[in-house]
T-cell receptor, first 111, second 116 residues
Framework: GDSVTQMEGPVTLSEEAFLTINCTYT??????LFWYVQYPGEGLQLLLK?????DKGSNKGFEATYRKETTSFHLEKGSVQVSDSAVYFC??????????FGKGITLSVRP | NAGVMQNPRHLVRRRGQEARLRCSPM?????VYWYRQLPEEGLKFMVY????????ESGMPKERFSAEFPKEGPSILRIQQVVRGDSAAYFC??????????????FGNGTRLTVT
């Protein structure tokens, strides 16, 4: 079945540091890929998405590229801010459109 | 334009009681999904509903759990005879059409169920 694997966390960075969060997936066919962010006490918000190979999703300085050859969708940001502290989930939409999520990773950014 | 509304935000039940979780989708959305988030884990799909129909319940436990999305009113996730292992955050999401790339899911803020 479909699955998403995220790197182990938590991750703690200083403000303005470079961020990479790894995500790989297993799926049949050609899924759409997503990154969601969850701030404390809130639900998940869509951060960015990519629907086909080599697509790059971007939003709020975050980027991720759909790599079919490595089945990856790593999230990157060049300079993180304290306000980026949250839990980040990688997900895919496969058959029947239901989302399959990774376990999530907690990012803490210190001033 | 209100987002996905879930209530209550926090729910405490004793073992053996019933828990009813409500979800009102965004205006114009007719597709509802329920997910469960256990501590230190990601979100696990439970059930996908359209108005008056259960489309996919492959993630629902076979016993004690049920879901509905009536023609009028919110979607309800019902857990009968709750046990401590049911303690989790339950998230509802909605979409305008089938939730793929052109109609992403919008999530509510969740209901945090604690079973004592």
């Amino acid at each position: 079945g479909d699955s998403v694997t995220q790197m182990e966390g938590p991750v703690t960075l200083s403000e303005e540091a470079f961020l990479t969060i790894n995500c790989t997936y297993t799926a049949t066919g050609y899924p759409s890929l997503f990154w969601y962010v969850q701030y404390p006490g809130e639900g998940l918000q869509l951060l960015l998405k990519a629907t086909k190979a080599d697509d790059k999703g971007s939003n709020k300085g975050f980027e991720a590229t759909y790599r079919k050859e490595t089945t990856s969708f790593h999230l990157e940001k060049g300079s993180v801010q304290v306000s980026d502290s949250a839990v980040y989930f990688c997900a895919l939409a496969g058959a029947n459109s239901k989302l399959t999520f990774g376990k999530g990773i907690t990012l803490s950014v210190r001033p | 334009n209100a987002g996905v509304m879930q209530n209550p935000r926090h729910l405490v039940r004793r073992r053996g009681q019933e828990a009813r979780l409500r979800c009102s989708p965004m205006k114009g959305h007719s597709h509802v999904y329920w997910y469960r988030q256990l501590p230190e884990e990601g979100l696990k799909f439970m059930v996908y509903l359209q108005k008056e129909n259960i489309i996919d319940e492959s993630g629902m436990p076979k016993e004690r759990f049920s879901a509905e999305f009536p023609k009028e009113g919110p979607s309800i996730l019902r857990i009968q005879q709750v046990v401590r292992g049911d303690s989790a955050a339950y998230f509802c999401a909605s979409s305008r059409t089938e939730g793929r790339s052109n109609s992403p899911l919008h999530f509510g803020n969740g209901t945090r169920l604690t079973v004592t």
